[in-house]
């Protein structure tokens, strides 16, 4: 069954602006990650968040986690043209052996020149 | 060095054909997966296996059979192809439980 739903479906900003990505999920986790797939590639991790955490930075990457929400949003700053890619969350559930990840639908983020 | 790499990369076929898709990782980890992502991007998990052993299998038909001849190989052999096994098939491995998964680029299967 499918754990994470992201919003927006498709995103469209200007370079130089942020991009967000939101993500809600309905069962315990252990832990979310987000994960970037360009067009005919795989997916590339990007984050790893725990449950016990509540925000996480990497270099232009901001993410936040609220479990009482059971939701993580994803911020990119400073967006570039190489950005442009589809955003994935995925969630290692609890109770679920976590020999499995549970992937969203994705965003689908254009950034334009 | 390409870290889960699988081939082919494009693989189309007939109806009622058997095919199967190759995944090789040198990164030493122990679990390995293949995912399926559909039409509108969907992601789901079919297998997981940990040290050769099957973990997971996701309701999915039993005309798809994983085999791992060593733990840095899982293939995916699909007997009886159907026109909704059209997709893209993705091969992950992970060093833990949980932690990141590495992909491979996929393999776009049509079948006509």
């Known amino acids: 069954s499918q754990q994470g739903e992201e919003d927006p479906q498709a995103l469209s900003i200007q370079e130089g602006e942020n991009a967000t990505m939101n993500c809600s999920y309905k069962t315990s986790i252990n832990n979310l990650q987000w994960y970037r797939q360009n067009s005919g590639r795989g997916l590339v991790h990007l984050i790893l968040i725990r449950s016990n955490e509540r925000e996480k930075h990497s270099g232009r990457l901001r993410v936040t986690l609220d479990t009482s929400k059971k939701s993580s949003s994803l911020l990119i700053t400073a967006s570039r043209a190489a950005d442009t890619a589809s955003y994935f969350c995925?969630?290692?559930?609890?109770?679920?052996?976590?020999?499995?990840?549970?992937f969203g639908k994705g965003t689908k983020l254009s950034v334009i020149p | 060095d390409t870290a889960v790499s699988q081939t082919p990369k494009y693989l189309v076929t007939q109806m009622g054909n058997d095919k199967s898709i190759k995944c090789e990782q040198n990164?030493?980890?122990?679990?390995m997966y293949w995912y399926k992502q559909d039409s509108k991007k969907f992601l789901k998990i079919m297998f997981s296996y940990n040290n050769k052993e099957l973990i997971i299998n996701e309701t999915v038909p039993n005309r798809f059979s994983p085999k791992s001849p060593d733990k840095a190989h899982l293939n995916l052999h699909i007997n009886s192809l159907e026109l909704g096994d059209s997709a893209v098939y993705f091969c992950?491995?992970?060093?833990?439980?949980?932690?990141?998964?590495?992909f491979g680029n996929g393999t776009r299967l049509t079948v006509t």
């Open positions: 990164l030493g980890h122990d679990t």
């Open positions: 992950a491995s992970s060093q833990a439980p949980g932690s990141p998964l590495h």
């Open positions: 995925a969630t290692d559930e609890s109770g679920a052996g976590s020999y499995q990840l549970t």
